[in-house]
């Protein structure tokens, strides 16, 4: 469908990798740097007691505890991490190298009555009108996460951007118009926002929660005003994509640290993301609440077969700018089963990607031949569940509900169930607010050493950059005229 659509069109490039990466943990996640120390001082304060810590050598304590706390938080956060890293280990990072000790140690900060806490949502954002589709489409496809142009190329991003958004945005009001004229995602979310500021006040703390999109109002600009001005003395930001991905979180973060780095206030404003929390026990069981709720309304329950369908990304992205989002969706599903095994539940269970576009592979399996496969085996009840998605849009209202469904039952299935999204499922919530809770403490300002973005370069010259959008335009238009882009046309794999 629309999200991550057309970055396939020319050469996919590597991902950059910053110096930090991003460990979970249990009870708390931070942020370490690749650099080694072998002396480290902590300060912790608790109660008008403070506590000085030294350690002479970093060394790596394996904490323990169940995954119910476990989130990757990035403490002092910074654009992109080492994406193939893996690490589990309860470690405490500071600006100056990596200190482990057990998370245990660290003491519950006191929020004092001048602390005023922010806590941002992250989204996509959808067209709320059939009017706003076109817009919404430029704005997405003129990401450079989305469309991941070589530098050579990166003049086209905004005229490639303008062609796609005029040729797709037909196709798109179709889809929107059979939903209800758009997208319900801002609705959701402002309600998701309220439901866990509740949650938060439930375990006393006070704290303003602000709605972020990426490509649609609220912008992520328009929410950090509204920080700014509520004079917000600390930030946890909250992606509402359990798992990981270069084109959802990692596009958001970026924006973020580009408007936190060029602001005097913003730039010492303590910091926390958490950067993917599909692994919480929290999330793991609202998720199998739904499925065992919606398993019921099969006459032949333990018959159904448990569809898994994820959002695709290019198998670019996961082998050669190493997105974790593939091994993290897979994680998942496992625990999300196991989750289920506990409860007597063993049904049969597998995990597809939909939502491909392109002429470029995607990763694999993708949903719509799995339909087509399980029916030819002769598979008669499914349950669709719409695993990488937290609240209803596009994709699970239009083409789960009515693209997937329909060629479900035409292959031969014919008892077809779906899980609806989490939306405001109170434990996910309540989730949501624990997950808040635990990066609090590590928070910290924001690292304002990153490079400028080749687009602020291009923005502060006018003149080269209308240069640039008329050569652009141009070879745009040529590119997706030429022979070979009419036949990918033809048979619908570019947009």
Known sequence: MDVATASRVLPQTKLTASNFRTLSTNNSSFLCTRSRVTKCSFKLSNGGKEVHFVSHEASRIQSCGSRSQKSDVLG????SSSLKHKDSAGRIFSSVGECTYPVSF????EHTAEEKIGVLLLNLGGPETLNDVQPFLYNLFADPDIIRLPRLFRFLQRPLAQLISMLRAPKSKEGYASIGGGSPLRKITDEQANALKMALEAQDISANVYVAMRYWHPFTEEAVHKIKKDRITKLIVLPLYPQF???TTGSS???LQSMFRNDEYLSRLPVAIIQSWYQREGYIKSMADLIENELQNFSEPQEVMVFFSAHGVPVSYVEDAGDPYRDQMEECIFLIMQELKARGIGNPHTLAYQSRVGPVQWLKPYTDEVLVELGQKGVKSLLAVPVSFVSEHIETLEEIDME???LALESGISNWGRVPALNCTPSFITDLANAVVEALPSAAAMSNSSNTSSEELDDDEPMRY???LFFGSTLAFLLFFSPKMLLAF?????L
């Open 404 to 406: 997937y469904k329909h």
């Open 106 to 109: 660290i003491a519950s900060s």
């Open 245 to 247: 991905s270069i084109s």
């Open 76 to 79: 002092v956060p910074s654009l």
């Open 490 to 494: 033809r048979n619908n794999n570019i």
């Open 466 to 468: 209308v240069i640039k």
């Open 253 to 255: 973060i970026r924006v």
